[in-house]
């Protein structure tokens, strides 16, 4: 499966952002997705994450009421709508696939995930 990131920009505290993940080279309704992101000199974090059947959504607590993950399966494409952006939201936001297992579960951890976008950068200023 290959990924590709895009959406990623300046954006002023308080705007809003989408990002996209484009899948191809699988049946991307068989793939969990998930957004992580990174800052220079730390870990890799876990954003938000939605099942392969859609229904199930898990996110970080940093991000709940303010960012909104969803997929679109006829275009292949995972979503995460970033709303009230913080300082603190500047980062590389990577999209990430697995093979999906049970219908609720969503994995939030980078070694659960097989495959990794190349990243976009999301650059909040006050």
């Known amino acids: 499966v290959q990924l590709q990131a895009s959406g990623g920009g300046l954006v002023m505290a308080g705007g809003s952002l989408r990002l996209s993940c484009a899948a191809s080279g699988g049946t991307f309704s068989n793939y969990d997705m998930g957004w992580f992101r990174q800052v220079p000199g730390k870990e890799r974090d876990f954003v938000a994450g939605i099942g392969w059947g859609g229904r199930s959504l898990k996110y970080a607590d940093s991000v709940k009421g303010r960012f909104a993950i969803s997929r679109d399966v006829a275009k292949n494409t995972a979503f995460l709508r970033m709303s009230s952006l913080k300082l603190e939201d500047t980062a590389v936001y990577y999209c990430?696939?697995?093979?999906?297992?049970?219908?609720?579960?969503?994995?939030?951890?980078?070694?659960?995930?097989?495959?990794w976008g190349q990243g976009t950068l999301v650059t909040v200023s006050s």
């Open positions: 990430a696939a697995r093979r999906g297992e049970s219908w609720n579960v969503v994995r939030a951890r980078p070694p659960d995930y097989d495959y």
